[in-house]
């Protein structure tokens, strides 16, 4: 019991950014994103969506893709592109992980 509550402790706070209106979450890696789904004995359920480049400017004129992604409970950076684009914006998170600190 007390290792479920450890696991939820440790991902009550995933640093979260911005991007062109859309927040992506910033997991340290994909081991940490499938930690962080299946804390805690359950499995999180919800719309996963991986974030690139591409969709988000198809989303600024496609009306359907843009709900979409805002509904998504889950965005994760897919692509150097979208990983550049926090580093640019949020640069005390050069290296993402740094964020945790």
Not at 23 to 37: A, C, P, R, T, Y
Not at 44 to 56: P, R, S, T
Not at 71 to 89: M, N, T
């Amino acid at each position: 019991m007390k290792k479920t509550t450890q696991l939820s402790n440790i991902y009550q706070f995933i640093p979260q950014f911005s991007i062109r209106g859309h927040m992506v979450s910033g997991f340290k890696n994909i081991s940490h994103f499938i930690d962080f789904l299946f804390a805690d004995g359950k499995i999180k359920n919800g719309i996963l969506i991986a974030l690139n480049a591409e969709k988000v400017i198809i989303a600024e004129k496609n009306k359907k893709l843009h709900n979409l992604l805002r509904q998504a409970e889950f965005l994760y950076a897919d692509g150097i592109s979208i990983v550049r684009a926090i580093r640019r914006k949020y640069p005390r998170c050069s290296n993402i992980s740094y964020c945790w600190n």
